[in-house]
């Protein structure tokens, strides 16, 4: 069992940049891969950024890339979503999620593969 719980949303302007974090309970937090997604108004959730167990692997969605950056501390049960060079397009309910995948060097895109889920922290971004 993991819970997750993120932080770090807020309001901000076009071009600024928010952290956000999802600190993990259990001692088994290194076992999984971890994702973030969001869901704007009237949207479907969908991926942001995914980071495998082992860190050594990332991946993003192609409207995020070169922008945010995933990251993750096991020995702090902690992941991180570093959001730069904010657009309004960007605001958004944002989750973190845990996938039990085994794989070091792999990370799902799919809602459908997490097992976990945080309550969610909105990020709104003015123009």
């Known amino acids: 069992q993991v819970q997750l719980v993120e932080s770090g949303g807020g309001l901000v302007q076009a071009g600024d940049s928010l952290r956000l974090s999802c600190a993990a309970s259990?001692?088994?937090?290194?076992?999984?891969?971890m994702g973030w997604f969001r869901q704007a108004p009237g949207k479907e959730r969908e991926f942001v950024a995914g980071?495998?167990?082992?860190?050594?692997?990332?991946v993003y969605a192609d409207s995020v890339k070169g922008r945010f950056t995933i990251s993750r501390d096991n020995a702090k049960n902690t992941v991180h979503l570093q959001m730069n060079s904010l657009k309004p397009e960007d605001t958004a309910v944002y989750y973190c999620?845990?996938?039990?995948?085994?794989?070091?060097?792999?990370?799902?895109?799919?809602?459908?593969?997490?097992?976990?889920w945080g309550q969610g922290t909105q990020v709104t971004v003015s123009s």
């Open positions: 259990g001692r088994t937090f290194r076992n999984y891969a």
């Open positions: 980071i495998s167990w082992s860190g050594g692997y990332t």
């Open positions: 999620a845990a996938d039990r995948l085994i794989s070091a060097m792999a990370v799902n895109r799919g809602l459908q593969e997490y097992d976990y």
